[in-house]
Every structure is written in structure tokens, then in C-alpha cells.
């Protein structure tokens, strides 16, 4: 059974930073894609951000040069260091797993994940994430 647990969210000032994290058990794909999602209040959820299990990253313009997705394999932990936080950045924070076709995007010899919400067949509860002006 695939788990996904967040921690990690929390309160700051704009300007500040948070790392949140996603510990996941119950896969053992070598070839897998992990995302990170939110959702403000009365807004759709959207993607943040997704890695590849090589390690190759892809981000949604709204947090190109403020986010950094990471994992660490030993741990089965997927992180997104989170900089220059601004309140538009509220919003609960999800973590997302996969490993079909749906979510890898062969492009090539390159290996890409996608940042749609439809790639994803397994969840996080989610972590809150608030920051204010």
C-alpha cells in the first residue's frame, strides 16, 4: 500500500523559508516521478513542482528560482526547500507519487515528470503552509 506523509508546513513572514518533506513507502519502482501540489482557499489545485527518480527536476514558472525539489533515495524522502516566500504562497501543500505513463514524459533519452494533477494516481494528506505580509 503506497503512503505518502508531509510534514514540514508551518507559519512565516514573506521573504522567509520553509522545507517540507514527504516520506513515501510502499513502491519499489526504479522508475518513478514524486510532485509537489497546492491548493489555496477556493482555488484549483496546481502543480509546484516534480522529480524524476534520476533526479531531474521540473517547475511551474510561478516558483522557477524561489523552489528547489529534492529526494533522497536512501530515506525515500522527497523535500521542497521553499525561499522568498510570498503570501500568494499560502495554500495546503501535497505530495504526489507515480510511475506510469500518465506522469513520465519520455522526451528523447530524457526522462521528464509532469506537473498535472490528472499524472497522479497516489496522495499526501497534505501540509499547511502560510505566509504572511
Known amino acids: 500500500q503506497v503512503q505518502l506523509v508531509e510534514s514540514g508546513g508551518g507559519s512565516v513572514q514573506a521573504g522567509g523559508s520553509l522545507r517540507l518533506s514527504c516520506a513515501a513507502s510502499g513502491y519499489t519502482y526504479s522508475s518513478y516521478c514524486m510532485a509537489w501540489f497546492r491548493q489555496a482557499p477556493g482555488k484549483e489545485r496546481e502543480g509546484v513542482a516534480a522529480i524524476y527518480s534520476d533526479g531531474s527536476p521540473t517547475y511551474a514558472d510561478s516558483v522557477k528560482g524561489r523552489f528547489t525539489i529534492s529526494q533522497d533515495n536512501a530515506k525515500n524522502t522527497l523535500y521542497l526547500q521553499m525561499n522568498s516566500l510570498k503570501p500568494e504562497d499560502t495554500a495546503m501543500y501535497y505530495c504526489?507519487?507515480?510511475?506510469?505513463?500518465?506522469?513520465?514524459?519520455?522526451?528523447?533519452?530524457?526522462?521528464?515528470?509532469?506537473?498535472?494533477?490528472?499524472?497522479?494516481?497516489?496522495w499526501g494528506q497534505g501540509t499547511q503552509v502560510t505566509v504572511s505580509s
Open positions: 504526489a507519487a507515480d510511475w506510469g505513463a500518465t506522469a513520465i514524459q519520455v522526451l528523447g533519452v530524457t526522462r521528464r515528470c509532469r506537473i498535472s494533477i490528472s499524472a497522479y494516481r497516489y
